[in-house]
């Protein structure tokens, strides 16, 4: 891996059965394209060729919560 990191696997057998996920093939289809459509909008903004809204450090930023007393 680039950043140094390891890649591991997890020993012994995976179990696969009916309802072992709730998601529908479909939905992650398209779970699946809007990440690769993300990792390629952040890919062209480092190139410096597209500067998509919601990646700008310069925009409105979330308000800072109130500390909560107890």
């Known amino acids: 891996m680039r950043s140094g990191g390891r890649q591991c696997r997890p020993e012994g057998e995976v179990g696969i059965f009916d309802d072992a996920s ?3 093939f479909a939905r992650s289809v398209k779970y699946g394209l809007g990440v690769l459509k ?31 007393d107890d």
């Not at 500067?51 to 500390?67: M, N, S």
């Open 22 to 24: 709730s998601i529908s």
């Open 38 to 68: 993300a990792a390629s909008e952040l890919r062209l903004k480092r190139m410096g060729l597209l500067d998509p809204g919601y990646l700008r450090t310069d925009g409105r930023k979330l308000p800072t919560p109130e500390p909560i």
